[in-house]
């Protein structure tokens, strides 16, 4: 999604601190680039399509300014050219704007502004703001910024310099990420802590409808009224090595690697020393026995692993879930009531398609728990209950160790609540937990497989279509992993249940289409056998991913891969992990972009 980063100080000069602070917002993926700064009361603005090497190629880093904003944009009106890339700029050339989101009603306010004999050179939405701020500029940001608001519709996340008010930056969000960074005699505005962290450790996280000013040594935040607010600081944990490569030639590698530490971790800060999930005082006073349905609700892989979820709750809390794609929830009139707790997962925090889901349930007097992997987001502030995942920062576009860390909370969570309805015994409750302290070592194991998994990707590279099979909760993280493979290194990959390819999509089966048998069900090897059969009668590549004692399908398989025996519960959880590094490795073997696949970003803050 795109990236914010604004800078006012003393000392450092604002080009450089831009250009670094946007060069740690690439992961959020983007396609083109541009930086405005106030040098000597005027405006200059800088802004290249493609890669940020091509903005730095142009830009004048000599510039004394102590000012300005920079912006690395995902588009989405207008498509990725010089012009389109923001900042944008008044008609006036004494305003600059970037923005993250879309105005919803730019048309109506472009034609007025036409009407005025405002000319436009862009095709996007944003440059209406820029003409528009200058157009309503009274010499105060606030009550510009909010009449400015009122003329507004749509999602924002904004930073302003105007070279009429040179030692200012405004800024205001509307459902879109927008955090302050306070430093010494400076101060900082981004999307994301990372484009920060080397300045400073401590964020205003601004909510819906604020309105902040930043000067070198001030911050002042406001309401949408432009009344003054208090808001108390947060001081983030963690630290730039974790939001850096360490020596991996990608994140993701990195990150499927911390994988096992990220499952350590969880399990202990939320298993308490008595061996019992401490969700601490998370629940308040919410009987569950009184809830009668939970509903899951998330994107793209965070709804992948909401499917686990839905399970884990029936086998252990005895409760019907329902998970449902976050963009769909909203627009299907949910039925969710006071009875139900409506859970949202997301990564980011940020996805815009959830927080409005969130908001609908919210609505409709449902409870809602976020869990949520980033400090402070705002999906964490607009529910009523929160509980944060602990994978540390994810950088790589495809979601890895967060997929594992959500997976292990809703093993817990499913637990922790199965006790208090009292749909398992505090035996089988026990068993079930000390089921859970293998997975981290396991999943270790699956490592020593990185070299057969890598000459694996090597053999299905060059193939097209790819599909992914499995029943029950396999058929779950079947999703999971046609979706890595399809992100990442853009083979068309499909999943299906086991017994449903010979339903139709059997007929695109060729010679050599690789299809990817995930068998950790002890009472589904048999079914999955017959449909392995059916698929390699018909040509395909076999690729068997089953436990290390499971020897029946070895016999129709071309490729196996194999996970420890861990309980059916949990296989499915160590059995992502070597479909991450199928996925990772094929798009390595094509050369790809791996972290910043082509279209994607790692928060999608749009609708
Ligand atoms: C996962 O690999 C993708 N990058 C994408 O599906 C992602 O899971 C989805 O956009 C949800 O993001 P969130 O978890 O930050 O809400």
Not at 558 to 575: K, T
Request: include cysteine; charge should be negative.
């Amino acid at each position: 999604m795109c990236g914010i980063i604004g800078y006012v100080g003393g000392a450092d000069k604002a080009v450089e601190v831009i250009l670094d602070g946007l060069t740690k917002l690439e992961y959020r993926g983007y396609d083109s680039a541009g930086i405005a700064i106030i040098e000597n009361g005027k405006l200059f603005v800088e802004k290249k399509s493609g890669r940020l090497e091509n903005l730095k190629s142009v830009i004048r880093t000599d510039k004394e300014s102590h000012l300005g904003i920079g912006h690395t944009r995902w588009a989405t009106h207008g498509v990725p050219t010089d012009v389109n890339a923001h900042p944008h700029v008044s008609f006036n050339n004494k305003v600059a704007v970037v923005h993250n989101g879309i105005i919803e009603n730019y048309a109506t306010i472009k034609e007025q502004l036409r009407a005025e004999g405002v000319c436009f050179t862009s095709d996007t939405d944003t440059e209406v703001i820029a003409h528009l701020y200058a157009k309503l500029f009274d010499g105060d940001p606030v009550t510009t910024m909010v009449a400015l608001k009122k003329k507004m519709r749509g999602t924002y996340a904004l930073g302003i310099v105007n070279s009429d008010d040179p030692e200012r930056i405004v800024c205001a969000r509307k459902e879109g990420p927008l955090i302050i960074g306070l430093g010494e005699d400076k101060n900082f505005i981004a999307s994301d802590v990372p484009a920060i962290l080397k300045y400073t450790r401590d964020v205003i996280f601004l909510d819906d409808d604020e309105i902040a000013v930043i000067e070198k040594d001030k911050v002042s935040v406001y309401d949408a009224e432009g009344r003054l607010i208090e808001k108390e600081s947060k001081k983030i944990e963690w630290d730039m090595d974790q939001a850096s490569k360490a020596g991996y030639p990608h994140f993701m590698l990195k990150e499927i690697e911390e994988e096992p530490a990220v499952v350590e971790k969880t399990l202990g800060i939320y298993v308490n020393p008595k061996g019992d999930v401490d969700f601490g005082e998370t629940f308040g006073k919410i009987d569950f026995e009184k809830i009668e349905q939970i509903d899951i609700v998330a994107c793209g892989t965070a709804y992948y692993a909401g499917l686990q979820g839905e399970y884990f709750l029936k086998k252990n809390a005895g409760l019907k879930t329902a998970v449902e794609i976050a963009s769909e929830f909203r627009y299907s009139d949910p039925f969710v009531d006071q009875k139900h707790l409506v859970i949202f997962i997301s990564q980011s925090g940020e996805t815009l398609d959830s927080i409005m889901a969130l908001k609908t349930a919210r609505e409709k007097g449902a409870k809602t728990l976020a869990i949520a992997n980033v400090l402070g987001s705002t999906i964490t502030r607009e529910a009523d209950m929160a509980l944060y995942t602990l994978a540390g920062p994810e950088i790589s576009v495809a979601s890895t160790k967060a997929y594992t860390a959500q997976v292990t909370m809703l093993y817990l969570l499913s637990l922790y609540v199965g006790l208090r309805r009292k749909a398992i015994t505090k035996a089988q409750y026990d068993q079930r937990l000390d089921k859970i302290y293998v997975l981290s070592e396991y999943i270790g194991n699956v490592f020593f497989q990185k070299e057969k998994i890598k000459a694996l990707a090597a053999e299905i590279r060059e193939k097209e279509h790819a599909f992914y099979i499995g029943r029950g909760i396999d058929e779950k993280i079947a999703r999971e992993g046609a979706l890595k493979m399809k992100e990442i290194s853009y083979v068309h990959a499909e999943s299906f249940p086991g017994g449903e390819l010979k339903h139709g999509t059997i007929a695109l089966i060729e010679q050599g289409t690789p299809v990817v048998v995930i068998a950790t069900q002890k009472d589904m090897v048999e079914k999955m056998l017959s449909n392995a059969k059916e698929v390699k009668a018909r040509g395909a590549f076999v690729i068997v991913l089953t436990k290390k004692a499971c020897k029946e399908l070895e016999e129709v398989a071309d490729r196996m891969i194999y996970i420890d025996d861990i309980d059916d519960m949990l296989a499915p959880l160590l059995a992502v992990t070597p479909m991450q590094l199928l996925a990772y490795y094929t798009a390595c073997a094509k050369g790809l972009d791996v972290d910043k696949p082509r279209n994607l970003a790692k928060s999608v803050t749009v609708e």
